[in-house]
């Protein structure tokens, strides 16, 4: 691996700080984050260990945020958040167990779904609606489903959870940004705490990174609690498009590949 110096650890902070100020508010960090890890000469593992460091400053960043906005009550939201992280511990575990083609093939398609409900749902916007599932219901199931595929594959995980708060619990979409953030970072401590093991995290840079993260996150989400839903709803299509985008983009995902492209 190259040498990390001063310039370049500065455009990882750059690149964090516009990571946490979009990810605070409609998720896809990792769209910014990973590449630039990657630009700079960390392995593909170690880019993975260091972005769930890094990305933990953010997302913890954004759920304080939002807990002091009061748009999140952090004790009562607990149980959902231990159960994000077991799944998403669950799921890091088992990352070389698991074929990722069939996810990587879906992912690009999910995307653009969840972005046309949030383009051409009408009504959508800070007020809550009918809930269809309950709470409890929720938390044991949907919840550990989603921190799962972030442990195992991570894109898009803000997208999936921001979808099923808004959906099933009726959530409009400045309570299911809070709410997504803090699952998120229970999320991130999941799989954190298995790549920790690895031994594969960079600690210089994600450090660095963190510190941007911390910073961004802490400018987006005081944006998102003064705007609303006007910011949340444009913001989420745009990231869950172009993760798409760059997910169909790269020659080698399998949908590509099935499809003849």
């Given amino acids: 691996m190259p040498e990390i110096t001063l310039y370049i650890l500065a455009l990882l902070f750059f690149a964090a ?14 769209l910014v984050t990973v ?6 000469g960390l392995p593909p593992i170690d880019t993975l ?16 945020a939002y807990a002091r906005g009061g748009h999140v009550q952090l004790k009562s939201q607990l149980p959902m958040a231990i159960m994000s992280a077991l799944g ?6 088992l990352t070389t167990f698991v074929p990722g083609d069939v996810l990587r093939a879906l992912l690009p398609v999910l995307l653009i779904v969840i972005a046309l409900y949030f383009l051409l749902k009408p009504n959508l916007g800070d007020a809550d609606k009918h809930r269809r599932m309950a709470p409890f219901l929720f938390g044991v199931t949907l919840v550990p489903l989603i921190g799962f595929y972030d442990g195992i594959f991570g894109p898009g995980t803000g997208s999936f959870f921001m979808l099923a708060f808004v959906t099933l619990l009726g959530y409009g979409m400045l309570k299911a ?6 699952l998120n970072f229970a999320s991130n401590i999941g799989a954190f ?5 690895s031994g594969a995290i960079h600690w210089k840079v994600g450090f660095v990174m963190g510190a941007g993260q911390f910073l961004g996150a802490q400018a987006g989400s005081r944006l998102a609690m003064r705007s609303g839903a006007s910011i949340i709803r444009p913001l989420l299509v745009v990231a869950c498009v172009a993760l798409a985008i760059k997910l169909l983009a790269d020659p080698a995902n399998p949908l590509r590949i099935w499809l003849g492209l």
């Fill in 17 to 30: 700080f516009v990571a946490g100020f979009v990810d605070s508010i409609a998720g896809g960090g990792g």
């Fill in 35 to 40: 590449p630039a890890m990657l630009i700079a």
């Fill in 49 to 64: 260990a260091t972005n769930k460091l890094q990305s933990l400053f953010g997302s913890g960043s954004a759920t304080l």
């Fill in 88 to 93: 998403s511990a669950v799921g890091a575990a």
């Fill in 177 to 182: 940004t809070a709410h997504t953030k803090m």
């Fill in 193 to 197: 705490a298995v790549f920790l093991i």
